[in-house]
């Protein structure tokens, strides 16, 4: 034999000795036969153009073995599958010579040389093409063999992007209203990165936990987008209504005193609140009310707090505090005494600086004068033209105002007509 086709011939045998494939005895030994036999050199390409032939068919029946050999595993549907490792045999010939030929009726699927071969066998019913004492023996080598757990089974970790909120306050994330401080955070983001949120009003942040406070009330879109510094990869979440913000209410009131100048000062207070649904009243003295307006007199001097607190349905609160002042006459310096139709009645208090004030006369529990101007006093002429007599006396209140602190101060006294 020449020694170009012995080469050749050494190769190919190589090469099948490294393919999967089921065969049948007799169609190995008679390529075998064929091989063996002393080829001219002149037909060397002919050999290689059966060697190519015989590569392809080899190529394409282990491509419809695996394949179809898989496809038949997963046939078998709910039944059990039990793991076998087989150490693995480089010569086949000698594998099939070791088991009998009755033994394996399937060919295995064998990996690389240096690895060792798993076989998937059902355990719930017998293996069709499996027969004989050729599986005893091969079930008893597999005994021997340690088991090796398939590595295939691994549940990866998820790293798909996680939005949350909370507050400061402890509010729960569906009764959110306008003006509280929400702060955002992302999980599942990387160690490294850059972030962007979108708040869905208009507002962004860079930030990876960023705080936020809704002014308008409303249903928004949330969405962040991450970049991983290491490798460039962009992560983009988008929460489509992922937060409502629902309306916070709003504490406010004015008040304005409604009592007679016999009586003790008498405040009403007008409740102005917004979006609010509870209410409580707090005063200097520790008393409350939870009316929605409540009428309040008081008997002491000084300065008077009145606090309201607010809320509504959602848990949402605010807070509204004012001073009122109650003061004797002798603070705006007002004559006990003047003369009717020859001068006229006005607190030396009020005659300086420009001040904000309303001036009342009373007859008893009727106002018979009123006033805001400081150059128009009271000369003692009655609703009816008539002038007041000598020695009567008239009460009088006056309320001061001061629009940039929203406070009042509350004056009352009694003034006499000269006889």
């Given at each position: 034999m020449s020694p170009i086709n012995e080469d050749f011939e050494q190769k190919l045998r190589d090469s099948f000795e490294h393919y999967e494939l089921p065969y049948m005895p007799s169609s190995w030994a008679s390529l075998e036969r064929r091989l063996d036999k002393n080829i001219p050199r002149d037909k060397s390409r002919w050999v290689a153009g059966i060697a190519a032939v015989v590569l392809v068919a080899i190529g394409a029946g282990a491509f419809y073995y695996i394949y179809g050999r898989q496809a038949t595993l997963a046939s078998a549907g709910s039944k059990s599958v039990r793991f076998?490792?087989?150490?693995?045999?480089?010569?086949?010939?000698?594998?099939?010579?070791?088991?009998?030929?009755?033994?394996?009726?399937?060919?295995?699927?064998?990996?690389?040389?240096?690895l060792t071969k798993t076989e998937y066998t059902n355990t719930s019913a017998a293996?069709?093409?499996?027969?004989?004492?050729?599986?005893?023996?091969r079930d008893a080598q597999v005994a021997s063999v340690p088991s090796v757990p398939p590595s295939n089974f691994e549940t990866k970790k998820s790293t798909e992007l996680m939005l949350g909120v909370k507050t400061d306050a402890g509010v729960k994330p569906d009764r959110i209203c306008t003006g509280i401080e929400v702060i955002f955070d992302v999980t599942n983001g990387p160690q490294?990165?850059?972030?962007?949120?979108?708040?869905?009003?208009?507002?962004?942040?860079?930030?990876?936990n960023p705080r936020h406070k809704y002014t308008k009330p409303g249903v928004y879109d949330v969405s962040i987008s991450v970049t991983n510094k290491k490798d460039g990869h962009i992560q983009t979440k988008v929460m489509d209504d992922f937060i409502t913000i629902h309306p916070s209410p709003t504490a406010k009131f004015e008040w304005q005193f409604i009592n007679g100048a016999l009586e003790e000062p008498t405040v009403k207070i007008i409740n102005t609140s917004d979006n609010a649904s509870k209410y409580l009243w707090k005063f200097e003295?520790?008393?409350?009310?939870k009316a929605?307006?409540?009428v309040r007199s008081y008997s002491d001097k000084g300065k008077q707090i009145i606090a309201l607190e607010v809320s509504n349905e959602y848990g949402c609160t605010d807070k509204e505090m004012k001073v009122i002042t109650i003061n004797k006459d002798y603070n705006l310096m007002a004559p006990e005494r003047f003369s009717a139709s020859k001068e006229t009645f006005m607190p030396e208090g009020l005659k300086q600086g420009k001040l904000d004030f309303r001036l009342t006369i009373y007859n008893g529990e009727k106002a018979i004068f009123d006033t805001t101007n400081n150059n128009k006093g009271w000369d003692g002429t009655l609703p009816d033209g008539s002038v007041a007599a000598p020695g009567s006396q008239y009460p009088w209140i006056v309320i001061i105002s001061n629009e940039t602190t929203k406070e009042e101060k509350y004056f009352s006294g009694l003034v006499t007509v000269n006889p």
């Open positions: 076998e490792n087989i150490q693995h045999t480089t010569n086949l010939h000698e594998y099939q010579s070791e088991q009998g030929s009755d033994s394996i009726s399937e060919p295995l699927m064998l990996n690389s040389p240096t293996t069709p093409g499996l027969s004989g004492t050729g599986v005893a023996q490294e990165g850059s972030y962007l949120w979108n708040f869905g009003d208009g507002n962004f942040s860079n930030q990876p003295d520790g008393s409350t009310s929605i307006s409540p």
